[in-house]
C-alpha cells in the first residue's frame, strides 16, 4: 500500500523556521522524484521544490529560492523541506508527492498545515 505521510507543520512565528518531513512506503522511494507543493487558504496548489530521485538535482519555485531547501534520505525512504526565514505568506497547507520520471505516476500526500503567525 502506497503511502505518503507529511509530518512537522505546525505554527511558527514570521522569520522563524520548521523542517517537514514526508515519510514514504508502499514503492521503491529511489526510483521517484519528490516534490513539495502548497495550498495558500482560498489559492489554487502551487509548486515549491522538487529533488530527484538521487538527490543530484534540485528544483525551486523562483520566489522561494534560497529560504527552502528540499533534500531526502532515501535510506529512510523520507524527503524533508526545511524553509527558513517564514512569513505569513508562506501558511498553506503543504503537500508532498512522488512521481516517478516517464510515466503519470504520481502518488500525495494529505498534507500538513503550517501557520506563519504572531
Known amino acids: 500500500q502506497v503511502q505518503l505521510v507529511e509530518s512537522g507543520g505546525g505554527l511558527v512565528q514570521p522569520g522563524g523556521s520548521l523542517t517537514l518531513s514526508c515519510a514514504a512506503s508502499g514503492f521503491t522511494f529511489s526510483s521517484y522524484a519528490m516534490r513539495w507543493y502548497r495550498q495558500p487558504p482560498g489559492k489554487e496548489r502551487e509548486f515549491v521544490a522538487r529533488i530527484t530521485g538521487t538527490g543530484s538535482s534540485t528544483t525551486y519555485a523562483t520566489s522561494l529560492k534560497g529560504r527552502f531547501t528540499i533534500s531526502r534520505d532515501n535510506g529512510k525512504k523520507t524527503a524533508y523541506l526545511q524553509m527558513n526565514s517564514l512569513k505569513p505568506d508562506d501558511t498553506a497547507v503543504y503537500y508532498c508527492?512522488?512521481?516517478?520520471?516517464?510515466?503519470?505516476?504520481?502518488?500525495w500526500g494529505q498534507g500538513t498545515p503550517v501557520t506563519v503567525s504572531s
Open positions: 508527492s512522488a512521481a516517478l520520471p516517464g510515466t503519470e505516476t504520481v502518488y
